[in-house]
């Protein structure tokens, strides 16, 4: 069954590290939520009787940022024009300055069951450096509120790799996530990406980025800290208590279809190659005004052979606890990659990189994982390494 992900385009301001696509000055989200009705008209007919719907995604920019009313307009236009009796999860990303008790519980009433929540850190100094626009109490606060809700399946996002950002706030910002008995925490190192503000504050020379060994050291002692406390270390960046797993995000990990709507949406849709992958235009005007008449506003589209496809395989199943199924990827891609890899697969288990191969699954050790990229470009196929 098929993944749905809605991108939300509007932020308060903007954060410091973001490189999505957002927009701050809207006042008005109607002329958005018309063109976005009209994309899931247009999608849902071409896609809907294709698969049903298993997961929803609404993401950003900040989807909180619109109003009940408007949220609940799109859902009935999903409802619509696709098929989601089969519905598991539908997720929602939001900010602790927008979760007022009230909004939360409209959510629930929407029948959006899990909260994706951008808390970042839990102390001023780092949010202040990130540009966020919620504080430290608020951070905590949201928590609660969330649970008077009625949520009991959420995920906090942290980040560390802060610059300046003493060796005890990361401990502590573990420590007070685990310590509200959060079902799902998600980790993410601060990269430095283009045209963002860090990246202009680097350049100038007024931010000194983290080292790549003491992210490394992070990234280890928060492997080491979740799952001592009971959390299941799923995927590169993700750690669940049991049967608190992303569905959604599983999607995009085993190739499985999802159409994305919404200005700079992704989707990706396989059956019968070539694979077809498609973004759309990273423009909100733009955007609207195509789907106004009645044009689909893809920006660029690509096509998947087979090859293609193994490779994003051996990236994406390496970042999961399941691993890489050598048997899997010959069936389904054509790689025997136990035989064209078979030096390099016996390296990098000699190196401590991956786990000695059982039932020709290729897992990731913790050291492995904390240089995933590395081991990814060591195993792709000979021809296009």
Request: glycine share 6%; aromatic share 10%; with cysteine.
């Amino acid at each position: 069954m098929a993944g749905l992900y809605i991108h939300v385009p509007f932020c308060s301001q903007r954060c410091t590290y973001c490189d999505f696509y957002f927009v701050t000055t809207n006042k008005s989200h109607v002329g958005f939520v018309e063109a976005l009705c009209r994309e899931i008209e247009i999608q849902g007919h071409k896609y809907g009787h294709l698969e049903p719907i298993e997961t929803i995604y609404f993401g950003g920019g900040t989807p909180s940022q619109l109003s009940l009313e408007n949220l609940e307009r799109i859902i009935q236009s999903v409802n619509g024009h696709f098929t989601t009796t089969s519905v598991l999860e539908t997720t929602f990303e939001i900010n602790p300055e927008d979760a007022t008790l009230d909004y939360l519980r409209g959510l629930r009433g929407l029948n959006i069951d899990r909260l994706s929540i951008g808390i970042q850190s839990f102390f001023d100094q780092d949010l202040k450096f990130m540009n966020r626009v919620h504080d430290a109490k608020q951070a905590k606060q949201v928590i609660g509120d969330v649970r008077k809700a009625g949520f009991d399946n959420f995920s906090l996002d942290l980040i560390f790799g802060v610059p300046n950002q003493p060796e005890e706030y990361w401990s502590a910002n573990l420590d007070i996530a685990q310590g509200f008995d959060t079902p799902h925490i998600s980790t993410y190192n601060l990269t430095i990406e283009e045209a963002t503000p860090l990246a202009n504050l680097v350049k100038r020379g007024l931010v000194v980025p983290v080292d790549d060994d003491e992210s490394m050291n992070r990234f280890s002692f928060t492997m080491d800290y979740l799952q001592a406390k009971g959390y299941e270390h799923y995927e590169i960046s993700s750690f669940a208590k049991p049967g608190h797993r992303a569905v959604h995000n599983h999607k995009y990990w085993s190739h499985a279809n999802y159409i994305g709507v919404g200005p700079s949406a992704h989707s990706f849709w396989w059956n019968g190659l070539p694979a077809e992958r498609w973004s759309n235009i990273r423009n909100l005007r733009l955007y609207e005004a195509k789907l106004m008449q009645h044009e689909i506003p893809i920006d660029e589209k690509e096509f998947l052979s087979l090859d293609m496809l193994a490779d994003e395989h051996i990236m994406l199943r390496l970042r999961t606890i399941e691993g890489l199924n050598l048997n899997e990827l010959e069936e389904r891609y054509g790689v025997d990659l136990f035989s064209e890899r078979l030096q390099a697969l016996a390296d990098l288990e000699e190196g401590g990189f991956i786990h000695p191969i059982k039932n020709q699954i290729v897992r990731l050790t913790d050291l492995g994982k904390t240089v995933c990229n590395t081991v990814t470009a060591t195993l792709l196929p000979a021809d296009v390494s």
